[in-house]
């Protein structure tokens, strides 16, 4: 099993443009979630799904949007990036027993 | 304020020495984590806890329901240990603390 495969590990925007980052388990896990960390602050919660077809809000969604069409597929796309998004973004998912496994991590910056 | 603070923020300790990392939260929850945090930046699970105690290796976590309180020892601490300690708690979703950075000095 590759685990969760989040991609890109860097990425750097100007102000406007869209990107998508990628998140793939091959675990089977049903919940998958994307987060941001800055400094000083802990993880925080964007959008998470409870499986294919099902999305919600979290804590910061403004700017983000998702879809779940696959079990295995949890993209998060950047509308019109903004420097307010530099951040570091993890994805993660959790299994029955609530472990959770979490990407590698996409360091963002928007110029 | 935030629902989860951990202390201390910043650790130093020698290697071989016992770490505690403490974790408080306001609300009740369902579930708590602890997570490891390599320099690197990738993040690893250590523990869910319900309750009671949890034991892996040199790693052993605690939780008190009632106090609202759990704590994440590690024995005869080692230079790999060096990471950031994350706490979160289950409130619906996962609310996370600012992490516990601890450095194990040879």
């Known amino acids: 099993n590759a685990g969760v495969t989040q991609t890109p590990k860097f990425q750097v925007l100007k102000t406007g443009q869209s990107m998508t980052l990628q998140c793939a388990q091959d675990?089977?896990?049903?919940?998958m979630s994307w987060y941001r960390q800055d400094p000083g602050m802990g993880l925080r919660l964007i959008h998470y799904s409870v499986g294919a077809g099902i999305t919600d809000q979290g804590e910061v969604p403004n700017g983000y949007n998702v879809s779940r069409s696959t079990t295995e597929d949890f993209p998060l796309r950047l509308l019109s990036a903004a420097p307010s998004q530099t951040s570091v973004y993890f994805c993660?998912?959790?299994?029955?027993?609530?472990?959770?496994?979490f990407g590698s991590g996409t360091q963002l910056s928007v110029l | 304020k935030n629902e989860v603070e951990q202390s201390p923020q910043n650790l130093t300790a020698q290697e071989g020495e016992f770490i505690t990392i403490n974790c408080s939260y306001s609300?009740?929850?369902?579930?708590l984590h602890w997570l490891q945090q390599h320099p690197g930046g990738g993040i690893v699970s250590l523990f869910m806890l319900s309750s009671g105690k949890k034991k892996h290796g040199r790693l052993i976590a605690t939780i008190n329901i009632q106090e609202k309180h759990s704590s994440l020892h590690i024995t005869a601490s080692h230079p790999r240990d060096s990471a950031v300690y994350i706490c979160a708690v289950r409130v619906g979703g996962l609310t996370f603390g600012e992490g516990t950075q601890l450095t194990v000095n040879p």
């Open positions: 993660a998912s959790r299994d029955t027993g609530e472990k959770l496994f």
């Open positions: 675990m089977n896990h049903e919940y």
């Open positions: 609300v009740g929850i369902s579930a």
